[in-house]
């Protein structure tokens, strides 16, 4: 399964200093290309990871760099610890490091008593507070929600919900529920929730039909070449594909998302040229005049 692929990748980055593209393929049985794409999207997910080139090469985790409780959810953190514990004995120093270092991101998860309760300190606001204990009680004791949501329109509904993960993302809590209303996986904003009672009523997590699997995605192989003034940001976020000729940059990668390569090209302005693939090209022109256009009727709107 891809996703635990790219926590294993997290954790040997975690673990070891440098680590080999060829290694982790054959660590994980999967292509040095699968290997190059689990690296860019970990990088996406916003954990920067270095490569370097020559005989000493590989990727590593940017100096200074560690993993912030935002990026898992409320049992993550408990449970990758109690899994590095139980591998302790047999794989010895490089697992007691990873240890160390999320036991430094909270001392309580040293404590077997009480580290199912550390996420609850996790700047809880104090009107959320009851909310998520009940939540996550629903969560732990499979039982079913009622609740009184408010979405982002502003609209109120009544519905039940059958949760199945509390979740931090960036400063906010979610709860991770099939919707019953629905009939679909949905993520509800605790601050958004107006009530809450949970019931009696036991459920059994739903076998929801699982994400496909996307291995052989080619990609786009892009040739960018970029100016010179743009250097320092080029070189940061395109490790190990530069090449300097005179008065420009040259870059060859592999974009595995359209809409992610449109961004990062669109970010360069004039200081970027897309020497191939034409149909590259033709994206990013389309893409720009739709911002054109969406800019141009705004500014149109308040004109009249």
Known sequence: MRLDRLLGITLELMTKKRVTAAELADKFEVSVRTIYRDIEL?????????SYNGVDGGYELADGYFVT?????????SVIYSLLKAMEGAMGGAVSSAKRKLTSLHPKLADEERRETVVMGLSVPESERDQVQELYGAVRQRRVVRLSYTDAAGTTTERFVEPINLLWSKGAWYVEAYCRKVRAMRYFRVSRIERLDVTEERFIPRQLPKEPEQEETPGIRAHLRFDLSVR??????????CEYLGDCIEVRTTFYRKE???????????????VSPDELRDEIIAHLDTIRRHHAMKKGGEGT
């Open 42 to 50: 970990i990088n996406q997910a916003g954990i920067p990871v270095v």
């Open 69 to 77: 409780r935002q990026h898992f959810s409320v049992d993550d953190l």
């Open 232 to 241: 320092t940001r080029v070189l940061e976020q395109f490790p190990g594909e």
């Open 260 to 274: 992610y390569a449109l961004s990062v090209i669109a970010g360069y302005g004039t200081k970027v040229e897309i």
